[in-house]
């Protein structure tokens, strides 16, 4: 029997082609973010809290109060005015108080509601809205702009442009004086800028932040948020399932796709979302947010109202894009019941806490004493011997008058029998001012030999002459040579 013959089997060798090499730059320019001009309900609260902020900001400086500006923080004088409010730099623990109460603030309302801060009171949401506004107008909407950048240089680019950085940086330049007139009366500030007569510190401060702002809210913008806050890292940290933050409805909204307006959606297959892409041309960090929650979102809602139009025009409910929470959209949850779940441990924990310190900081400024007293041993003199074998130490006493009112404080001694003061204990301070005066403590031989060689505590006593019953007192010490 003869077997069949196998064909001659062909070897096809392989040979390895290098494949052309690719240039990977890892330092890819930002794209140019065109964020379009939206109306509605969240952007009217935008504007609103703009208008609140920058009136309060730029109108403090020029209000009147007792004679002199109303908020005001004299370095050179180490005196802080707010108001009827004279505070030194030993209320530093009122500072501290002020941070700790913001700091619980925005823990507390980032885990109601998620980025209320960035997207509405920001200093750089708020400026970068304003500098956003000066565009639009002069350079026009997301198209007119988007071909004004892409076109050539002519005479309606220059003056378009030319004109956009002039406002820009006359916003920025009046932010920084009025920033610098915090701190130098800004009256005087106003009269020295038409002899450029300021000092060398306010030049620098007044352009410093001048350009600070013009530079952060014409040109960084967004890349603020995303890259230099610190806050759009840590959010998370106070965000769960419960949070209410910026949230598409994929469930309502896919399939996405566009339709003729009245198109029966079931014979389509199609959700609610036409597509349009509006809620990310509107969006100032150039977001997608039907992407999901982005550490990027400043939740500053203009998708929500972008998506809100559209669904007006399409006969649609409203809210395909809104403020809900995880939990909310996986359980179809109603917004009466989202909002049932805000009072969990956490809320209450940072509530707590925030009524607290409030409470607190609250009480401490409303009982503060009108004055301060600081007792310095005088080091040159620890203890001598004097008339009739007394011995009397010298003590160096800072006054400080935290009022508006010239007054009159009188100082006692406790602590060590028989020790009067040298002089009179009558001191007058001047309003708003600090004074230094020098007493001497003086005890009898006698009491000197029972107390014995050493140190021994003694308490210095001021009270004001109208106020008696208002007492500071100051330890320190007395000692007896040997």
């Not at 925005?106 to 000066?134: D, K, M, N, S």
């Not at 999901?292 to 395909?320: F, H, P, T, W």
């Not at 403590?441 to 107390?451: C, E, F, G, K």
Request: with cysteine.
């Amino acid at each position: 029997m003869t077997l069949p013959q196998r064909a001659p089997t062909r070897v096809i060798p392989i040979v390895a082609v290098a494949a052309e090499p690719q240039l990977v730059s890892l330092y890819e320019k930002q794209k140019k973010i065109y964020p379009r001009s939206v109306h509605g309900w969240f952007a009217a609260w935008r504007w609103a809290f703009v208008w609140l902020t920058q009136l309060l900001f730029y109108g403090l400086p020029w209000m009147s109060w007792n004679g002199r500006q109303a908020v005001l923080f004299e370095l050179t004088s180490r005196r802080f005015y707010i108001f009827d409010l004279v505070l030194y730099p030993q209320d530093f623990i009122y500072l501290t108080g002020l941070l700790v109460l913001s700091a619980f603030a925005l823990f507390f309302f980032t885990a109601v509601a998620g980025r209320l801060w960035c997207g509405y009171a920001c200093p750089q949401t708020v400026y970068t809205e304003i500098f956003l506004w000066v565009e639009h107008r002069i350079e026009g909407e997301r198209g007119a702009r988007m071909k004004l950048d892409a076109g050539p240089w002519n005479a309606n680019k220059i003056w378009r442009k030319a004109a956009k950085h002039a406002v820009w940086l006359a916003i920025g330049l009046w932010t920084g004086f009025t920033f610098v007139g915090y701190f130098t009366p800004i009256k005087t500030l106003w009269a020295e800028a038409f002899t450029a007569g300021f000092g060398p510190w306010e030049w620098f401060w007044v352009n410093f932040y001048g350009l600070a702002t013009y530079g952060n809210a014409g040109f960084l913008r967004e890349q603020v948020c995303k890259y230099m806050c610190p806050y759009a890292r840590f959010q998370s940290a106070m965000f769960d399932r419960d949070t209410m933050v910026v949230s598409y409805d994929a469930a309502r909204g896919d399939p996405r796709g566009t339709r003729a307006r009245g198109a029966d959606l079931k014979a389509a297959k199609l959700g609610d979302c036409i597509d349009c892409g509006l809620c990310v041309h509107v969006c100032p960090v150039g977001i997608d947010i039907r992407d999901g929650l982005q550490y990027e979102c400043i939740a500053c809602s203009a998708c929500i109202d972008a998506c809100n139009g559209v669904m007006d025009k399409m006969k649609y409910a409203r809210g395909l894009i809104r403020y809900a929470t995880e939990n909310g959209l996986r359980d179809r949850l109603s917004r009466t019941q989202m909002f049932a779940r805000v009072l969990r441990p956490r809320v209450l924990v940072y509530g707590a806490v925030l009524a607290a310190i409030a409470l607190a900081f609250v009480a401490s400024l409303s009982m503060r004493h009108t004055f301060k007293v600081d007792v310095v041993r005088d080091r040159m003199t620890l203890a001598r011997i004097v008339d009739d074998g007394q011995v009397e130490n010298l003590y160096r006493l800072q006054l400080m008058n935290a009022t508006e009112q010239p007054q009159r404080y009188r100082v006692d001694v406790q602590g060590v029998p028989d020790a009067v003061l040298a002089s009179s204990g009558a001191v007058e301070v001047q309003p708003a001012q600090s004074r230094w005066v020098t007493l001497a403590v003086r005890v009898p031989p006698q009491r000197a030999s029972a107390l014995g060689a050493g140190a021994h505590p003694i308490r210095f006593e001021v009270a004001t002459a109208n106020e008696p019953q208002a007492k500071v007192s100051e330890r320190s010490t007395f000692v007896v040579p040997r």
